[in-house]
């Protein structure tokens, strides 16, 4: 391998790696792409990294590195690593379509849940005509976003279209119309007392690590639901069957597990008020990341402002 202007090294599982290679190859013909678990290629000629994150200290053998670019809109498979050499942007993939994906499931399983379909689906399965009460109205239902960053707020947005009471909670207060603001550790509290269906979108950082717990579904009100679409290391699994268990928290829908694949023995798999997909709710579109790749590279070499740069002392 010849050192060269544009190396591109794919950190990525074998099938994404397949999946990106025609695009890359014909939006970015120029770009030298080896596969990190599959090619020879020589430390020093890599000057991109794209990927959905590395081995501690794997970053830190590449002398050369000028981007490192994450496959997805979490970074923690990134910085998990404590040698992430932080002299090096960390880019974030954030994508119209891939916003858009994550907006559908959440509305997806805000649905299924007030419409009470799972209970539809078993009565179907016995072939028993069951109607039930209405829900009470969506202006009744209370929403509540933990994360109104750009997966949050479209979510917050379409919610409150459709008329739900929905409110949102982040590190800094925002103004968004129809959607009631929440800020900082002292509005935690308020803003899961009035939350019904409580919607994960959070970034996973030491801050936030493990803050779906006991001590916060004890103060969502009887009957709550959650929703976790951020990440596996968000929720403490032991904590949400409890809270299920007691009669509590009504139900869960869950994309992201702390081990994934979720391991066959979970309990998780069988409980009745748990819902289970398998991390698909926003997936990049390879054209679009390669795109993105190329353009991002563009901007760099022409020492242009980067969209979307990792802040390392917030975490993402
Ligand atoms: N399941 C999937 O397939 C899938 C796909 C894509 C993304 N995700 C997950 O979704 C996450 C969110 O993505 P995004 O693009 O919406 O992220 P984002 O734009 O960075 O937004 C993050 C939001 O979380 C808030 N926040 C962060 N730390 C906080 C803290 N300690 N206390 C209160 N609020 C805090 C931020 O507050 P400020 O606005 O004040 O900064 C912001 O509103 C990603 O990190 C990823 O893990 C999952």
């Not at 509305?107 to 399965?125: C, G, K, N, T």
């Not at 949050?152 to 959607?179: N, Y």
Request: glycine share 6%; with cysteine.
């Amino acid at each position: 391998m010849t050192s060269r202007d544009t190396t591109l090294l794919l950190a990525a599982p074998i099938t994404w790696a397949d999946r990106l290679a025609t695009p890359l190859a014909e939006i970015a013909p120029e770009f030298k792409v080896f596969v990190r678990d599959r090619d020879c290629y020589e430390p020093e000629a890599v000057d991109y990294v794209l990927g959905t994150g590395a081995a501690p200290g794997f970053l830190s053998t590449l002398p050369n590195l000028k981007l490192v670019f994450s496959l997805g809109a979490g970074v923690d498979g990134f910085l998990s690593d404590p040698y992430f050499p932080k002299q090096v942007p960390l880019v974030r993939f954030v994508d119209r379509n891939l916003s858009r994906a994550m907006t559908q499931y959440i509305v997806l399983q805000v649905l299924i849940h007030y419409r009470q379909q799972r209970l539809f689906d078993l009565a179907q399965a016995e072939r028993k005509w069951e109607p039930m009460a209405p829900p009470r109205c969506t202006e009744e239902t209370r929403i509540g976003i933990l994360g109104l960053g750009e997966i949050g707020r479209k979510a917050g947005e379409r919610l409150r279209d459709l008329d739900f009471d929905v409110a949102g909670w982040s590190r800094s207060r925002k103004a968004l119309p129809g959607i009631e603001s929440f800020a900082g550790a002292d509005e935690l509290k308020p803003f899961l007392s009035r939350t019904d269906i409580l919607v994960c979108v959070l970034p996973l950082t030491p801050d936030t690590s493990g803050v779906l717990n006991q001590e916060l579904f004890s103060v969502l009100p009887q009957d709550a639901f959650v929703i976790n679409v951020a990440r596996g290391g968000h929720l403490v699994e032991r904590d949400l069957i409890e809270s299920l268990d007691s009669g509590h928290l009504s139900g869960a829908a869950l994309d992201v597990f702390a081990v994934e694949p979720l391991p066959k023995s979970s309990p998780l798999w069988t409980h009745p008020k748990v819902t289970i997909t398998p991390h698909v709710a926003g997936v990049a579109n390879p054209r679009a990341a390669s795109l993105w790749v190329r353009d991002t590279v563009a901007r760099y070499k022409s020492r242009e402002p980067i969209a979307n740069v990792v802040d390392f002392t917030r975490g993402y």
